[in-house]
């Protein structure tokens, strides 16, 4: 245990008075005054610092990840701009337009007139007279008209067979700079609703309108031709046409809505055909349109327009331009479209048709009469030369097997007239090959 010394008051008191007034302690609290003043004056500026950094940066950072987690909002998708989409539409406008033209349809029509007449002649006592119809002459006017596109430098047009149908009628071709030539049909697609027209350079329709397209003498801007193979549901598609027969180079915007569709087409004239694997797109595809481009959003075309079905909105089909450029082809080389000839008609065999028909197979051509009685193999046809029978399934066409998806048409599209190929057909429960020569189409 320590014994702490005694504390005295007064001695305390005095020694502190002295330590108060002497002059080191006097400096030891100067010292003190001017380290807070520096330290209060420094402070103000380093927050008024921060504050002006918190304000710039609220500016520039989402000042919604501030916010209390329950609070936040939830993340927003990447806005994508649809500039860059309308502008590839402007510039396959602006591409291909030069490329399409209208095609107007002309020839002499009677010109009609009532007359009434007495049925029983004009000596007739009989005092009676009824209306009747009477040619009085011809006249030379616009029928019809339709589009189409320039494929060759030198005045190749491809356009749909029904819109250059008539053999009796003339054809003439306007640009779209408003240049009028007159137009010849070089050939007429025997199978597709195609054909091939050619501008006659340096034989425009009016002695006004110059012999060239703006691109030097005897060559005309050939549009791009594009792989329809490759095309796919949901992309962009752009339809241009003589709309209407009035409104020309019309723009209309829209997708590939289907593929591989059977359709049956019918027109003026009793024209009517059906065909098969053809585009479907909800551009808007109006009469006059036929023979016009369907476009991919590179300015390629992918299709031909061909119909447009009735009673429906936004429902429109284009013949794949993969089929067109055989006709392309064959014209640039021999000045001709031909199709080699089976001489068949057939129905695809699918599951319904085997139980209809009650066939062994759910594959291939049956070969059957038409509806109205339309004979089952051509006379004189390849067909009938080989031995082909009505009620034969040709069950492959030269080792290809015959399906709903790969019909014996497109098949047969690949060869030549004097091709030999050879048929797996079931006839009467057995199979048996059958060798034909392909004759050609007229």
């Known amino acids: 245990m320590y014994d702490l010394p005694e504390f005295n008051s007064k001695d305390f008191k005095s020694k502190l008075s002295k330590i108060l007034q002497s002059e080191a302690f006097k400096g030891f609290i100067l010292i003190v005054i001017i380290i807070v003043a520096v330290g209060f004056l420094t402070g103000k500026i380093t927050v008024s610092n921060l504050q002006q950094q918190y304000n710039t940066l609220s500016q520039k950072v989402d000042t919604s990840i501030l916010k209390p987690i329950g609070e936040q909002s939830k993340p927003t998708e990447t806005y994508v701009s649809k500039v860059d989409y309308e502008q590839a539409i402007i510039n396959t406008v602006k591409s291909a337009s030069p490329s399409v033209v209208s095609i107007v349809i002309s020839k002499n029509v009677p010109i009609i007139e009532q007359e009434f007449i007495n049925p029983f002649g004009d000596n007739s006592p009989f005092d009676i007279l009824v209306p009747q119809n009477v040619q009085k002459g011809t006249k030379y006017q616009e029928v019809g008209a339709g589009s189409g596109f320039i494929v060759s430098e030198d005045g190749l047009v491809l356009t749909n067979k029904h819109v250059v149908l008539d053999k009796a009628a003339d054809y003439t071709v306007f640009t779209n700079s408003g240049k009028k030539y007159t137009a010849k049909v ?159 008609r057939y129905l695809l065999v699918d599951q319904a048709v085997k139980e209809k028909y009650s066939l062994a197979v759910d594959y291939g051509a049956l070969v059957i009469k038409g509806e109205n009685g339309e004979a089952a193999i051509t006379k004189d046809s390849a067909a009938a030369k080989a031995g082909l029978k009505e009620k034969d399934v040709i069950l492959e066409f030269n080792g290809e097997k015959i399906t709903k998806e790969k019909s014996m048409t497109k098949i047969i599209a690949k060869y030549s007239p004097g091709d030999k190929v050879n048929l797996k057909v079931l006839r009467d429960g057995k199979e048996i090959n059958i060798e034909v020569t392909l004759g050609e189409r007229s």
């Not at 359709?263 to 808007?284: K, M, P, R, W």
């Not at 119909?307 to 080389?333: E, H, L, M, T, W």
Request: net charge negative; aromatic share 4%.
């Open 186 to 344: 070089l050939a007429r697609d025997p199978v597709q609703d195609l054909a091939i027209i050619k501008i006659q350079d340096g034989h425009p329709a009016t002695t006004s309108s110059p012999a060239t397209n703006g691109v030097g003498a005897g060559k005309f801007p050939a549009i791009k031709i594009g792989d329809s193979d490759s095309i796919q549901i949901g992309q962009g598609a752009i339809a241009i046409g003589n709309a209407l027969g009035e409104f020309r180079n019309t723009v209309s915007v829209g997708i590939i809505s289907g593929l591989g569709r059977t359709i049956s087409a019918s027109g003026s004239g009793g024209f009517s055909e059906t065909l098969e694997d053809v585009i479907q797109t909800d551009a808007a595809i109006n009469s006059g349109n036929s023979g016009g481009p369907l476009l991919n959003l590179k300015g390629e075309v992918v299709g031909v327009n061909v119909a447009k079905a009735d009673g429906a909105n936004s429902i429109g089909f284009a013949i794949p331009i993969n089929v067109a450029k055989r006709d392309i082809n064959q014209i640039i080389k021999t000045n001709t479209i031909s199709y080699p000839f089976l001489g068949v």
